[in-house]
Each structure stands twice: as C-alpha cells, then as structure tokens.
C-alpha cells in the first residue's frame, strides 16, 4: 500500500523529459503537524529550522522532494503558489502563509544537461496532479535521476528510485513513507541481508557484498559521490511536534537497515514526518517510530526494485 492510505495525504509527481530528474508533492491537506530529522552531513534543505519542536509554526501544509541539486528547491516555490491560489496555508494577518519544507538529491551528473533541473513549473505541476490514489514507483518523479552503489565509482553503480509503503493495524493506526533513494551505498533487504541494487561486481552482472565492502575500509575516494536518501513518513495519529520529531528521528532506523552504508559525511540524508490526527486518540509513539522506520526500509526496497535502466545504469531487474 502507498503511503496515501494516510487519511489526508496526497501525492504527485513531474519528471521532466529533458533527461531523468524530477519532483515529488506530498500535500497534507489543510495542515498536519510536521516534524525533520536529518543524518547526513550534507543536506540541501528548505524551511526546516521551522519544523524544530520548540518554534512557534505547528502545521506544515506539504513537503516537496527533488532531484537538481540545490536548484531543485525552487520546486518549492510553486508548491506554495498551487496552494495560495487555494487559501491554504498558515493563518496571519496578511492572509494565509503556505509552509512546505523541502529536501533535494543530487542528479545532475545523470542524462547529460546538467542545466535540466526541477523549478517552480514542476512543483506546481506535481501539486496539480497530485491524488489519494495509486502512486507511481522507480524511476518517477524525485526518483527519476537516483543512482545507488557509488562507493567504487560511477561505473560500478546502479538506477536508484522511488518507492512508497504503508500498513494498518487493527486499531485503525496507519503509517505510511515514500523514499527517494539516491545512495552512496548498497540497498540490502534487512530481512536476508542480501543486496538488492548498489555496487556492481567488476563484470557488472552481479553485486558486491556491501559489508565485505565497509570492512575493507579503502574503498578509493570517487568523484562520482554526491548522493542522499530523502523522504517523509506520514500517519494518522495524533502527534505533537516533539512526538513528530521523536518519528522522524526513529524512521531513519529503516535507512539504516536497507542502506549500507547511510548517513555519510556527503549525504543529506533528511527524513519529514507528518501527522494529521485523524485517528483521533492518543498513540503510542513508539510503535508509530517503530512502524515508520519498517515503512522506510520497505519503501527503500521497493524504489529500488521498480526503477527501470539506463545506458550504463543497469536497474535490480537487470541483474542476474
């Protein structure tokens, strides 16, 4: 299930057609309350210091996720416009203030035209269409320019994606995430530890074991480095914004798990949470932590999985 089985939560995307990059909406209605945590020690990040437990802006209105390095946060700009057009946003004085915070990976050096980047059109775009519905997986939207397995360089690496996951309990609790994985390193199924997508073998037909890898600890520096796994768990449950917090901070647990290595000196590895409340009674936040990091690591796989090839970068279907 996609992370829009959360009451409230909608998505969209745009991939532009240029060459693979793009954006993803993730709308939350008329408000829920939002929180981030962010690992990597490279992050591109927009309007997140507001999401910060102690400050005074309780609800965010949507998280935009891009691909374009530091230029796709200009994605954001037309998320809040398709939303002030609708008079959606935080209450002053001056009329309502859409607040949407926004993380972005690094593609440029994928398709050639590095000049190609998501802008305010395409964030306007993904807001326009975005639904309750299905939502497209792999190489769509923020996903469409990811790359894993870069630890031995650019020709040893892979197709990233998107993915998206969400479960219910019988008490009604849903937790949902949606990742865009863009990662320096191999992405492993927690549950066997075998590597989906990442570092190819030197024949390029199979993959390296990504803990042998580590524990070689000499992998040669590459150029080919920049990368970050982003994304947003989202629930129905009523949360505050420390609570919020405290979601995010243990969903990147599910990075940590699918991702190896994570949360390196050059990633800007962020995670947003959202929650709207619509369950309507209190939740344990740890089981909502617990959950969501789950979420994370199935969304990882699934981004990985769907994502389709291209030339020079093969996608896990296209391994033996």
């Known amino acids: 299930m996609p992370i829009t089985l959360v009451d409230r939560i909608t998505v969209g995307h745009h991939t532009l057609d240029a ?12 408000g829920a309350v939002g929180a981030v945590d ?6 591109g990040t927009r309007e997140t210091d507001l999401l910060a437990p102690d400050n005074v802006v309780d609800e965010v209105h ?24 609708r008079g959606i946003g935080f209450k ?21 035209q590095p000049d190609v980047r998501p802008d305010a059109a395409c964030g306007y775009e993904a807001a326009r269409t975005a639904s309750s519905g299905a939502v497209a997986e792999g190489s769509v939207g923020a996903g469409a320019g990811a790359t894993v397995g870069k630890l ?5 690496a892979m197709r990233g994606g998107l993915g998206t996951a969400a479960t219910r309990t019988p008490e009604g609790l849903v937790v949902g995430a949606l990742v865009a994985v863009n990662a320096v390193g191999t992405v492993v199924d927690p549950r066997t530890g ?22 070689r600890g000499g992998a040669p520096r590459s150029p080919w480095r920049e990368n970050t796994t982003i994304g947003v ?49 209190d939740t344990d936040v740890s089981i909502v ?30 391994l033996r």
């Open 62 to 85: 949507a998280i935009v996720l891009a691909g374009g390095s530091a230029f796709g946060l200009d994605a954001a700009s037309g998320v809040v416009r398709y939303l002030a057009e």
């Open 289 to 318: 932590g617990a959950l969501a990091a789950e979420m994370v690591s199935d969304a990882i796989l699934r981004g990985v999985r769907l994502a389709t090839s291209l030339p020079g970068l093969p996608g896990a279907r296209d």
């Open 38 to 43: 962010v690992r990597g020690g490279a992050p």
């Open 92 to 112: 002053t004085a001056g009329g309502p203030v859409p607040i949407v915070p926004a993380a972005i990976l690094f593609d440029l050096t994928v398709g050639g």
């Open 152 to 156: 031995l360089g650019r020709h040893r």
């Open 233 to 281: 768990v989202a629930t129905n449950a009523r949360l505050t914004k420390a609570e919020a917090h405290r979601v995010a901070m243990m969903a990147h647990a599910g990075i940590a798990r699918a991702v190896v290595p994570s949360h390196l000196p050059a990633d800007g590895d962020a995670l947003f949470a959202l929650a709207t409340g619509t369950l309507g009674r």
């Open 194 to 215: 075998r590597p989906v997508a990442g570092v190819r073998t030197a024949d390029g037909l199979g993959l390296e074991d990504p803990f042998a890898l580590v524990r």
């Open 19 to 30: 060459r693979p990059t793009g954006c993803t909406v993730i709308l939350a209605g008329d």
